[in-house]
């Protein structure tokens, strides 16, 4: 006696109709084209449904579930992005940042000492927050060390607050006059 699953196989082998009303019905309701790999191991074209719901449209083509399950020409998505090549990008801009920040780190770690004012220094000037710039050179963040680079955080805005001057442009664009206010 055959089992079910052996039997639907059989069918899906043997009728072509059968097996394009299954890869169709996988594009239109599966979120990923996992199922139909398979065999191939080829890349499948699947679509990016926005949610789960039978009206759902792709994100990357448009076309609605209903489309692809029972439209003409092709099942796969018609505008899917290349996925390895984003992926690539990013692990390369990660790297260059990675680097970027170990240079920037190194030098600065080279002239100051390993302090709150210095984390806060390397954090208003380069970007890199405490906790990346310490997991690059290997050490954690304490709360000691923490609560300095905070304190040192208020002193630089408070500083920066106070030597800035707004001024007012006036006149006409060929004869601008600059006041300071008082």
């Known amino acids: 006696m055959r089992s079910t699953k052996q039997s639907v196989y059989e069918r899906y082998e043997a009728d072509e109709g059968f097996r394009d009303d299954v890869v169709r019905a996988t594009y239109a309701f599966h979120l990923s ?3 139909l ?25 448009g076309r609605s579930r209903k489309d692809v399950r029972y439209g003409e020409g092709d099942p796969r998505c018609q505008n899917r992005p290349d996925i390895r090549a984003i992926i690539e990008r990013e692990e390369w801009q990660t790297a260059a940042w990675l680097n970027r920040c170990k ?12 302090n709150g004012q210095t984390l806060a220094f390397i954090h208003e000037t380069h970007g890199y ?10 050490e954690t963040l304490t709360l000691e060390l923490l609560s300095e680079y905070e304190k040192a955080r208020v002193e630089q805005s408070a500083a920066g607050r106070r030597g800035f001057k707004p001024k007012v442009v006036t006149g006409q664009p060929a004869q601008r006059e600059v006041q300071a206010l008082p």
């Open 33 to 35: 084209g996992d199922l």
């Open 37 to 61: 790999a398979g065999k191939t191991g080829e890349a499948v074209s699947a679509h990016n449904w926005r949610n789960g719901r039978r009206e759902a449209t792709c994100v990357w083509c």
């Open 103 to 114: 240079n920037t780190v190194g030098k600065a770690l080279k002239r100051l000492p390993l």
């Open 129 to 138: 927050t405490p906790q990346e710039t310490l997991e690059v050179i290997g």
